[in-house]
């Protein structure tokens, strides 16, 4: 098993321009994470979904939007990146026990993002 | 803004001596998990602790939670330079948060 993949691992973006990050799991979790990471900072959730076809905000949802149109994938999108988007993208994902949500989290290598 | 914050923020030891980090969190909580970053990759899952533990052991590492407190610790015993890593902790409210994390290098 892959686990939690993550394209593309480095990108380079003018502010303006958009962009999708892509994530991918194989490991049939119900749950999928979008998380970011600054310096000194740790990981701050930008959106999170419970299942195919649905969506929620995390922490800092502002500027960015996903879609998880397969179990499997859950996309990430920036519609007009601004510098403050300069920063490292993780993806995550997990399973349910008893409904029990954010047990263990399975991290992708991440995608490190710069906007100029 | 955080949940969590780790304390210290950056910990040097020799292989071998015992590493201690501390979280704290400012909400009740279901559960409070531990994970470690090596430098450019993603996280890994150490441990889980419910809110109904109070101790819990895995191999070298021991984590204990202080609900009154709003407080945990990772111990990690007889360290080895291949700890050298990043460790957070991250608390299951509403949501999950992650806390700044402590920096931890084992020297050989």
């Known amino acids: 098993n892959a686990g939690v993949t993550q394209t593309p691992k480095f990108r380079v973006l003018k502010t303006g321009q958009s962009m999708t990050l892509l994530c991918a799991q194989d490991m049939n979790h119900e749950y999928m994470y979008w998380y970011r990471q600054d310096p000194g900072m740790g990981l701050r959730l930008i959106h999170y979904s419970v299942g195919e076809g649905t969506t929620a905000k995390g922490e800092v949802p502002d500027g960015y939007n996903v879609s998880r149109l397969k179990k499997q994938n859950f996309l990430l999108g920036l519609e007009s990146a601004a510098p403050s988007q300069t920063s490292v993208y993780f993806c995550?994902?997990?399973?349910?026990?008893?409904?029990?949500?954010?047990?263990?989290?399975?991290f992708g290598p991440g995608t490190r993002l710069t906007v100029l | 803004s955080q949940q969590g914050e780790e304390d210290p923020q950056a910990l040097s030891i020799q292989e071998g001596e015992n590493a201690t980090m501390n979280c704290s969190y400012k909400t009740s909580i279901n559960n409070l998990q531990w994970y470690r970053q090596n430098s450019g990759r993603g996280l890994v899952h150490l441990i889980l602790i419910r809110s109904n533990e109070r101790e819990k052991h895995s191999g070298r590492l021991r984590v204990t939670l202080d609900t009154s407190k709003k407080s945990s610790s990772l111990l990690i015993t007889a360290s080895r330079a291949a700890d050298t890593a990043s460790y957070f902790c991250a608390s299951l409210g509403n949501d999950m948060r992650f806390g700044a994390g402590t920096r931890l290098t084992v020297k050989p």
């Open positions: 995550a994902s997990s399973y349910s026990i008893q409904s029990v949500r954010y047990n263990e989290q399975f």
